[in-house]
């Protein structure tokens, strides 16, 4: 399932409620998906803004997001890897090269040069929500 989802344009000043630069810093949450709709072990992608974001649910119900860009091929794939644990962490393997990202941290643990950005997510009554610049 890929969810897309498009996040209003920020207030002309740059800051979410019109204020000056800086006056505002709470997250922007945007809901994505219903929280039943993410399968536990398999990732969906949505597109937040201009972000395409991987978002995975684990099998003990946490969640997690991050950027679905691949460094190492360039394509936009991570949500379509294979989620499992490494050291007793969540990882996703990209379905191209076979790098293993860290879903908590965003970190590439075959290569610790690389890393892809991670997102806040969040349950709130039912949907699953993301905050992304």
Known sequence: MTVLHETPLAAPSGTPSGGPPGADTAPCWTPVCAYTDLLPERGVCAL????????FRTFDGELFAIGNHDPFS???????GIVGTRG???VVISPMHRQAFSLATGACLDDPAVA????????ADGAVE???P
Do not use: E, K, N
């Open 74 to 80: 360039g394509a936009q794939v991570l949500s379509r």
């Open 48 to 55: 937040v803004g201009r972000h395409q974001i991987a978002l």
């Open 88 to 90: 007793g962490s969540p």
């Open 116 to 123: 892809v950005p991670t997102y806040p997510v969040r349950l």
């Open 130 to 132: 993301v905050s992304a």
